[in-house]
């Protein structure tokens, strides 16, 4: 039997690992220590590791990011929760201007070796404010880094690449996601004795001839489901490729898909408007346009600040049927 | 709890409260039960799974918001953070609105948009209802700019919670503030937790939050929150600063959440022993408190507050029933509200795109 543990339980232990790995790392954040964290991520940490390792921080995004750059900038390798990754807005002058520039401006002479992390994800009604998500805007920057894991084994590796890059890393998990169970197997079990995904690795996590979905964190899980219900229903062979990591960005396993299929769908729960499909689309006509049957599709979210209304914003979310339509549209 | 001021000597004695007449005094005592009857039916609606997302309880702090409330003249506006009820019904708002709000319908104060954290209702001079830890600090900073700008003789209260006030907007609004003699007046509703975190594991400071002022060279206050004539009396003295010296004023007002930070807050007895919340819950009721008052002053019987209570009740349950019957919003919504160009079909709006569905 294959261990299985909750995506929640897999980013945990992945901090732990690098706790223990590396005397730099520190993980920091509000309530992620005594209170175990908001949404239970670092759950026993505090209790593990105490207080050098593990520190609250006051309601001051701003100061306590800034704080971790810094920190950065002299070795330091913080892991900094924010509560909801929606209030990246507060600290979001440090993010950028400091921690995505710092290095091209010192012409190279300082690393920023910060991961950022958090539940950047909608679908939880609760509200415009606290449902953004911002991987497109982080991909953006250049000399940042993003990364959106869709389950557990993923959130894990990716986790231990993250925070062992010398660059700064926005980390987007899913409140969504937390309570879920993969298979994820114990380090006893793997061949280099860790789980270890390097940023920047594509997985398809299904296989299939007729049309590609692909896609980021949760959207993910719905692809699956459309893929299921367009082969169980329509005899149509999707398959789902998950990007793992945004920036950087496997372009060689989204080009070698939609070669092999003919048709892509991009699904994501980012609005559509310079969204993260409005990049892979541009790169897919401009690099295989001759492959192409159909132009390339997009699902999103709809284009309006989330709603707070829980069967509107279920509507607003982009569902395994809207992609089933968008898939059928060009089969 | 310390405070860093005074207790005013006799609170029922000063001008502010002299003003009162009996009715006065037991609408107050209805508004502060109206806004606990509420918020134990919103509890169990939320429970039984009929609302979404986050829902903060203000019981046990009622008088804060219902004294300031009180205190509102036509140009006097409020704004505070997602702990936002009892502003809301404070300043008038229908408790029918609020709770369809809550369930996500059509018929909610903002068409089931925003939730419990999003009230707003801009015709009663109450600005929201804000999810953002102190991001409404500068809006009540620019509520104070724009009265003085507009040539009003007025305020804004400005509420945010002991957590809040370490966030940097918070610090340069209080300088804005100070530099610019704006009328807005701060009240910390200090309830000694920032979710988990307690003020002392969230704050440095010499005698109290407020003390803060001091840097900036602002009048600053502290009181108890628990007895309404003292909420008024001292947040009144802001109010007279505002309007009359157009200078802003940094209260404290300690007070206490019974509930935890929000209903899904598993840790709610981890961070706090049993033994605080009861003796909150015994001994510094500001409902009990008034209820004392208006007894000891003969203002009204056991019965009559009954009454009231029962009326509160009913309308609570009430509004539970109206929120249920209440349609849910029409799928095309989700796209009003976004742009006034759009909404009204302007000229403007037949320019360029405005939205982006594929
Ligand atoms: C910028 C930002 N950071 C974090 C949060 C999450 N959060 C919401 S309320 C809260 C605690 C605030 O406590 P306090 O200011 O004391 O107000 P209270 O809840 O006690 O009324 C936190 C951390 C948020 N909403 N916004
Ligand atoms: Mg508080």
Redesign the pocket.
Same mark, same amino acid.
């Given at each position: 039997m294959p261990r299985r543990i909750t995506y929640r339980d897999a980013v945990r232990e992945a901090l732990d690992e690098e706790i223990a790995r590396d005397p730099m790392v520190v993980v920091m954040g &509000?309530?992620v220590a005594q209170y175990n964290g908001a949404y239970k991520v670092t759950q026993g940490l505090w209790d593990k590791w105490g207080d050098k390792r593990l520190v609250d921080t006051p309601?001051s &995004?701003a100061g306590f990011i800034g704080m971790g750059i810094g920190a950065s900038m002299l070795g330091v390798r913080p892991v900094m929760e924010l !509560?909801?990754w929606s209030?990246y807005t507060?600290a979001w002058d440090q993010i950028v201007n400091n921690g995505a520039m710092v290095r091209y401006m010192s012409g190279g002479k300082i690393n920023c070796p910060i991961v950022i992390r958090g539940p950047a994800n909608g679908g939880t009604s609760v509200g415009a404010t606290?449902s953004h998500t911002p991987e497109n805007i982080m991909a953006n920057f250049p000399g940042m880094k993003c990364v959106c894991p869709s389950n557990a084994y993923d959130a894990k590796g990716l986790m231990k690449a993250a925070i062992r890059d010398n660059d700064p890393v926005m980390f987007m998990e899913s409140t969504k996601l937390y309570g879920e169970e993969w298979d994820v197997p114990s380090n006893d079990e793997l061949p280099n004795g860790e789980l270890f995904i390097p940023l920047g690795l594509a997985d398809v996590k299904r296989e299939g001839t007729d049309i590609s979905l692909i896609a980021h964190g949760k959207a993910v899980i719905t692809c699956l489901e459309a893929a299921r219900i367009l082969e169980e229903e329509h005899g149509i062979s999707a398959e789902v490729v998950d990007l793992r990591s945004i920036r950087p960005l496997d372009e060689e396993t989204i080009l070698n898909s939609v070669a092999k299929t003919h048709r892509a769908v991009y699904v994501e729960e980012n609005k559509p408007f310079c969204g993260i499909g409005a990049q892979i689309a541009y790169m897919i006509q401009e690099r295989i346009f001759d492959e192409l049957d159909a132009p390339v599709q997009r699902v999103c979210s709809l284009d309006a600040p989330a709603i707070y209304s829980p069967p509107l914003e279920a509507i607003q979310l982009p569902t395994a049927e809207v992609v089933v339509a968008k898939a059928l549209g060009i089969c | 709890m310390a405070l860093a001021k005074d207790p005013t000597p006799n609170p029922a004695a000063s001008p502010i409260n002299q003003k009162l007449t009996a009715d006065d005094k037991i609408e107050l005592y209805r508004k502060m039960v109206r806004v606990r009857r509420f918020e134990q039916v919103s509890l169990q609606h939320y429970q039984a799974g009929r609302m979404g997302g986050f829902l903060?309880l203000y019981i046990g702090q009622e008088s804060v918001a219902i004294g300031c409330a009180s205190l509102m003249g036509a140009n006097d506006h409020m704004i505070t #953070?997602?702990?936002d009820h009892a502003h809301a019904l404070g300043v008038g708002m229908s408790m029918n609105e609020c709770m369809a709000e809550l369930f996500g319908k059509a018929t909610g104060c903002s068409k089931g948009k925003g939730g419990s954290m999003h009230y707003f209702a801009p015709d009663k001079n109450y600005w929201g209802g804000h999810?953002?830890? #102190?991001?409404q600090t500068p809006l009540g900073l620019g509520l104070a700019y724009g009265l003085k700008f507009r040539g009003l003789k007025g305020a804004a209260m400005c509420f945010?919670?002991?957590? #809040?006030v370490n966030?940097g907007a918070f610090h340069e609004s209080l300088n804005l503030a100070a530099l610019w003699d704006l009328p807005v007046i701060y009240i910390i &509703?200090n309830?000694g937790?920032? !979710?988990g975190t307690s003020q002392e594991r969230s704050s440095a400071y010499g005698k109290c939050l407020a003390e803060r002022a001091e840097g900036y060279g602002m009048a600053w206050d502290h009181c108890l929150g628990e007895n309404l004539y003292e909420v008024r009396a001292r947040v009144g003295a802001a109010l007279d600063r505002a309007h009359n010296e157009s200078k802003p004023t940094l209260m404290e007002i300690s007070t206490y959440?019974w509930e935890g930070?929000s209903v899904a807050d598993a840790n709610k007895m981890k961070y706090r022993t049993k033994d605080e919340v009861e003796r909150f819950q015994r001994d510094h009721d500001p409902i009990q408190v008034w209820k004392a008052v208006l007894i000891a002053e003969g203002v009204a019987t056991e019965a009559d507050l009954k009454k009231i209570d029962r009326e509160a009740q009913a309308e609570a349950d009430a509004s539970a029933e109206f929120a249920k019957a209440s349609p849910y919003p029409e799928p095309e919504s989700i796209f009003e509200d976004v742009y006034w160009e759009t909404d009204n079909k302007t000229e403007a709006s037949e320019i360029g795109r405005h939205f982006f569905n594929d």
């Open positions: &509000e309530e309601i &995004e !509560m909801f209030f507060v606290h | 903060h #953070a997602y702990r999810g953002i830890v #102190a991001g945010l919670g002991d957590g #809040a966030q &509703e309830n937790y920032s !979710m959440r930070h």
